[in-house]
């Protein structure tokens, strides 16, 4: 059990981090800055979580979160940099900001963690902690995008762990597919997840465990290092297992394009209603403008004959 620490946990509103909250939250004298965008579930969470709404996808958003924790705090202990989100796609488009606000949230903004956090350490001991994703080791159909910022970070990570100072512990998480809000953010259309799934709060325990126990690396899933071990022996494995997963990826490519299908249906058939009720309007409008004229004109007869008799 982690205890007497003073942590940061971003992503702490949902699935992996809310778990971990719920978990450092029972560490006896912790005292953790609780970061989200949204952050109304975890407003009044307990008495040593201190809610905090900031988008760490950008300098201001990491920078902000930094004077928070010092100001609470003084020190950070730990910094557990867990936010992160997916696209589950065809990567086919020229979208400069899409990619970009990938790279933002899962990889410049734990890179740029790293550097505030040894500022801030000063020669103290820190733990700095990421979630990586087993997709950081292993690229996936569909995940394109994902895959490179976690591959990003994973190569940060390998990289910086070879000259990082002697005070800082680096631990990272290597999640398989995880049962949380993820798969709901990485698109609106329901898809297939992949093979195995983990519940959050399995994933969030393993992490806590390997962080105290000073680990480099944390795999929740067994599975996933006993296939990574069989995939570079065998690698016929893996290209079966892709072969499962890109038949998944057109299965969701043909769904999509049935919803667009209907979508598009549903918008004609609407632009449809709304012409005939254009129409209607238009009729009702012409009726009683000729309505009112009849009337202005026997109004105005009236007003002649009435002026005639005087
Ligand atoms: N679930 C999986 O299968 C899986 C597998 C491997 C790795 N991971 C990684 O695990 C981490 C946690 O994901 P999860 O599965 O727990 O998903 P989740 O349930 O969607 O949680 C994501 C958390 O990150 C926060 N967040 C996202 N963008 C943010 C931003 N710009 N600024 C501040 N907070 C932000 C979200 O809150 P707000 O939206 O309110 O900001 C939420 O608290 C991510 O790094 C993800 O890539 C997940």
Avoid at 68 to 91: M, R
Wanted: proline share 4%; glycine share 8%; aromatic share 12%.
């Amino acid at each position: 059990m982690i205890d007497n620490k003073t942590i940061v946990l971003t992503g702490a509103s949902s699935g992996i981090g809310f778990e971990a909250l719920k978990l450092l939250a029972r560490g006896r004298g912790n005292r953790i800055l609780a970061v989200a965008r949204h952050v109304d579930n975890i407003q009044y969470f307990a008495s040593n979580v201190t809610a905090f709404s900031c988008d760490i996808s950008t300098q201001e958003g990491v920078d902000r979160v930094f004077e928070k924790a010092e100001e609470l705090f003084g020190k950070i202990d730990l910094f557990y940099a867990n936010a992160g989100f997916p696209y589950y796609e065809e990567f086919n488009y020229t979208d400069w900001d899409r990619v970009d606000a990938m790279f933002r949230t899962n990889t410049i903004s734990p890179i740029y963690t790293y550097a505030k956090y040894i500022r801030h350490l000063n020669g103290r001991p820190g733990i700095l902690a990421y979630t990586v994703s087993a997709i950081g080791e292993m690229a996936m159909p569909g995940y394109a995008l994902y895959s490179s910022s976690k591959f990003a970070l994973n190569g940060f990570q390998q990289a910086i762990r070879l000259e990082a100072p002697a005070n800082l512990q680096i631990t990272c998480l290597f999640p398989v597919a995880t049962d949380t809000n993820f798969f709901k953010v990485a698109n609106a259309v329901e898809f297939e997840k992949p093979f195995p799934v983990q519940k959050p709060s399995h994933v969030a325990k393993k992490m806590l465990e390997g962080i105290e126990q000073g680990r480099a690396s944390v795999y929740p899933s067994g599975l996933f290092g006993f296939a990574k071990v069989l995939m570079g022996v065998a690698p016929p494995v893996r290209t079966f297992y892709w072969k499962l997963e890109t038949a998944k990826l057109e299965r969701f490519k043909k769904k999509l394009s049935v919803y667009h299908e209907r979508l598009h249906e549903d918008v004609a058939v609407a632009v449809e209603k709304g012409k005939e009720v254009g129409e209607k309007l238009k009729e009702k409008e012409q009726s009683a403008r000729k309505e009112l004229d009849e009337k202005a004109g026997k109004l105005k007869e009236e007003i002649k004959e009435k002026l005639h008799g005087l």
